[in-house]
């Protein structure tokens, strides 16, 4: 009648160790596909922030007598821009429901003077943006030509 | 006597019992926890995607028609009503927000008038011909009723209404079609038989949110010229039903002039809010981080805004 008894406490101890281990690995599984979900959110957003300056950028009247500040020329390494109206050198990557900014990131401008054989004013304009997220660090960039109206 | 083998195993002390159930409870407890956590990450996990994905296809939606707009689009409210509030002439900044536009998308040019004779079309004329190339290179589409023709003229340019269209035959790469409007012109257009008259064409579409239960809806109205009845759902598609309702959240289009040169760019801030597990997440999320996302961008029109 032994076989009747049940399981032996190691036997049970083991299962529970192998029903632990799984539930701990899919909450955790979870919680990454979270994370790895927010970051892509943040791609998103970051792309735009880039995309909206690029479209500005090519969207500007620009003459010998009006050259807007967006497209001034930079060092060669860029210099930090802002398009918003906090002026502390950071723009806000995501945004909450109540207005706090959740994550900022620093965007950087570069606008260098693209040499031709016509001396015409032709500008490379790249606008990249860096941020932290969760400890890792982001970046997206675009780049684009732009040429005077006149 | 025989004894049955099994009657001291036929029942648990109390003992026993008290410990297999607190065993039980415990097992119990560990498991809802386990599923209500498996619950509330997957509910994140899929309001968070779903945010996303709400607001790049609006974002992309709204961009593929807007990239087409041949002018600069014109604010309006959830009446259609246009809403006037460009700043200043010379100023830099923003409008109003408002809960919609409307614009001018291309639909094809040149088109060339044929002359009637005399000075040009009369202010009576509510028909004219045209011609259009059919050249695989370059052949914009036969108009549509609905579609609506613009000439340029002084002191103003006219935009007559496509009522009939009766395209006509084919000469080499050239077709003939004649239109009748809507109504007559209203002006002369006059122009010289020696130098060609081109229109282009347009159709007036629409991207309004609009009020839909206790949310909002942003719907794009394929045809806004004349303005249809709002509420007409065979009158508009709806590109997301989960706009938020919440203070600016309805009114997520507007204007900015970037220099006194009065260049004017079109820009979004448009706030989602998924539908779905707001019961679920309602304490369980800071700030609505996984079902609200807020972008703001700007759009590029078709021609250079200014």
């Known amino acids: 009648m032994r076989e009747l008894g049940g399981s032996s406490l190691v036997e049970i101890l083991v299962a529970v160790t192998l029903i632990g281990i799984a539930a701990a690995g899919t909450l955790q599984t979870m919680s990454i596909l979270n994370r790895n979900a927010a970051s892509i959110r943040l791609l998103t957003n970051a792309r735009e922030i880039v995309a909206r300056n690029i479209d500005t950028t090519l969207s500007e009247s620009w003459s010998a007598s009006n050259q807007p500040a967006i497209l001034a020329l930079t060092p060669a390494s860029g210099s930090v821009y802002e398009d918003d109206v906090t002026l502390d050198n950071e723009v806000a990557v995501a945004t909450q429901s109540d207005g706090v900014d959740l994550v900022r990131g620093v965007l950087t401008r570069t606008v260098v003077a693209v040499p031709n054989a016509v001396n015409a004013d032709v500008r490379r304009i790249k606008f990249q943006i860096n941020y932290s997220y969760r400890g890792r660090d982001f970046t997206y960039a675009l780049t684009t030509m732009r040429a005077i109206d006149d | ?306």
Do not use: C
């Open chain 2, 1 to 306: 006597m025989k004894t049955n083998g099994l009657a001291s195993r036929s029942a648990f002390t109390l003992a026993e019992v008290a410990v297999g159930m607190a065993v039980g409870i415990i097992a119990g407890t560990m498991a809802l926890s386990y599923m209500r956590t498996s619950a509330i990450l997957l509910a994140k996990n899929i309001s968070a995607n779903r945010s996303n994905n709400t607001l790049r296809n609006a974002i992309d939606s709204m961009g593929d028609r807007l990239h087409g707009a041949l002018t600069m689009p014109v604010l309006i409210d959830t009446t259609g009503s246009v809403v006037s509030s460009l700043p200043a002439n010379g100023t830099v900044g923003d409008s109003q927000p408002a809960a919609g536009v409307f614009y001018d998308r291309l639909i094809g040019d040149p088109y060339v008038l044929i002359h009637p004779g005399g000075a040009g079309l009369l202010a009576s004329d509510s028909s004219v011909s045209l011609k259009r190339s059919i050249s695989p290179y370059a052949s914009p589409p036969i108009p549509a009723p609905g579609d609506v023709l613009l000439i340029e003229s002084a002191p103003a340019e006219m935009r007559p209404r496509v009522a009939t269209v009766n395209a006509g035959a084919v000469n080499g790469n050239v077709q003939t079609i004649a239109l009748t409007f809507t109504s007559s012109l209203g002006s002369a257009i006059s122009w010289s038989v020696s130098r060609p008259k081109v229109a282009r064409l347009v159709h007036r579409e629409a991207l309004l949110v609009m009020p839909s239960g206790t949310r909002r809806e942003l719907r794009r109205y394929p045809t806004f010229e004349p303005m249809p009845s709002l509420n007409d759902s065979t009158k508009y598609s709806v590109i997301s039903n989960e706009i938020g309702s919440q203070g600016a959240e309805e009114t997520p289009f507007y204007l900015t002039t970037t220099n006194a040169f009065e260049n004017k760019l079109f820009k979004l801030d448009l706030r989602v809010r998924v539908i779905g597990y707001e019961r679920v997440l309602a304490t369980k999320e800071a700030n609505q981080f996984s079902a609200f996302m807020r972008v703001q961008t700007v759009i590029p029109i078709r021609s250079r805004p200014k």
